[in-house]
């Protein structure tokens, strides 16, 4: 007979406890507060200005991030050079920044006063303290998400099928159109979730380079900060859709990723 010992009751209890800390406060938002004061709160102008700009922007930035993010992560998938693995850490250099930090490196950056920020300005272009700023700020802290997605894609997929695509006479664009994206698109789909839940959570550095300004640059995660102290159902309602929505991209990224994290078409 097997003697089972303290240590299966010791991993249990261990999941128990773990499983009690991390639910019980994301119950706590759909509990502590009815259903029907949550949908009351989500109908104040200030909650629906705050969704619809997070939807707006996060948008944006989303498009941004893969329209510039694909080709960019195919090059580093598909290519062997010398300083690769440094481009490669500066890529993914802002995923471990503090949000304050990131914040005020865009304000370095590309604010009124910033590295870039003159040049912007005498074009008429205005970031800091803006919806455009806003854009910026997600697109920073959220296009490495992609982007370490998206190569992870691109390297898996067997290079055979580039080679025989180019051997047949197609041009690189039209193989990397053609052959390479489709062949990653469930790797590139589960970079897009990521990158689209980081963007909808940020707050740190959309807080210090764009301000919180209702309408303008006051996106879901700040008009949380901004309505907690004072208006905490009003707090929990715009919580609640954002738990919603993550649990929703979670279930999507865990569908397409596959076995591997990688996506179906990319074993």
């Given at each position: 007979?097997?003697?089972?010992?303290?240590?299966?009751?010791?991993?249990?209890?261990?999941?128990?406890a773990?499983?009690?800390?991390l639910?019980?406060?994301?119950?706590?938002v759909?509990?502590?507060?009815?259903?029907?004061?949550?949908?009351?709160?989500?109908?104040?102008?200030?909650?629906?200005?705050?969704?619809?700009?997070?939807?707006?922007?996060?948008?944006?930035?989303?498009?941004?991030?893969?329209?510039?993010?694909?080709?960019?992560?195919?090059?580093?998938?598909?290519?062997?050079?010398?300083?690769?693995?440094?481009i490669?850490?500066?890529?993914?250099?802002?995923?471990?920044?503090?949000?304050?930090v990131?914040?005020?490196?865009?304000?370095?950056?590309?604010?009124?006063?910033?590295?870039?920020?003159?040049?912007?300005?005498?074009?008429?272009?205005e970031?800091?303290?803006?919806?455009?700023?806003?854009?910026?700020?997600?697109?920073?802290?959220?296009?490495?998400?992609?982007?370490?997605?998206?190569?992870?894609?691109?390297?898996?997929?067997?290079?055979?099928?580039?080679?025989?695509?180019?051997?047949?006479?197609?041009?690189?664009?039209?193989?990397?159109l053609?052959?390479?994206?489709?062949?990653?698109?469930?790797?590139?789909?589960?970079?897009?979730a990521?990158?689209?839940?980081?963007?909808?959570?940020e707050?740190g550095?959309?807080?210090?380079?764009?301000?919180?300004?209702?309408?303008?640059?006051?996106t879901?995660?700040?008009?949380?900060?901004?309505?907690?102290?004072?208006?905490?159902?009003?707090?929990?309602?715009?919580?609640?859709?954002?738990?919603?929505?993550?649990?929703?991209?979670?279930l999507?990224?865990?569908?397409?990723?596959?076995?591997d994290?990688?996506?179906?078409?990319?074993?």
């Amino acid at each position: 007979m097997i003697r089972r010992g303290w240590f299966p009751a010791l991993i249990t209890v261990a999941l128990a406890a773990a499983l009690l800390f991390l639910i019980l406060p994301i119950a706590a938002v759909f509990l502590e507060t009815s259903p029907g004061a949550l949908v009351d709160s989500l109908g104040s102008q200030g909650a629906q200005e705050a969704l619809w700009l997070s939807l707006k922007t996060t948008t944006l930035a989303l498009t941004v991030i893969v329209l510039v993010g694909t080709p960019a992560a195919y090059l580093l998938a598909t290519r062997r050079f010398r300083g690769r693995s440094a481009i490669v850490t500066l890529v993914e250099l802002p995923l471990v920044l503090p949000p304050a930090v990131a914040g005020i490196a865009l304000l370095a950056a590309v604010g009124p006063a910033g590295l870039l920020g003159r040049g912007l300005t005498g074009a008429g272009i205005e970031l800091a303290l803006a919806t455009a700023g806003v854009v910026v700020a997600l697109t920073f802290v959220a296009s490495p998400f992609y982007l370490r997605q998206a190569q992870a894609a691109f390297g898996a997929l067997d290079q055979a099928w580039l080679e025989a695509s180019r051997t047949s006479g197609a041009s690189e664009a039209r193989t990397f159109l053609r052959i390479a994206v489709p062949a990653a698109a469930p790797g590139l789909l589960a970079g897009g979730a990521l990158a689209l839940g980081r963007a909808l959570g940020e707050f740190g550095a959309t807080l210090i380079f764009a301000g919180s300004f209702q309408g303008i640059t006051q996106t879901v995660p700040l008009a949380i900060y901004d309505r907690f102290a004072t208006d905490f159902d009003g707090a929990l309602a715009l919580s609640a859709v954002l738990v919603v929505v993550s649990a929703a991209i979670l279930l999507a990224v865990k569908l397409v990723r596959g076995p591997d994290g990688l996506g179906v078409a990319a074993r």
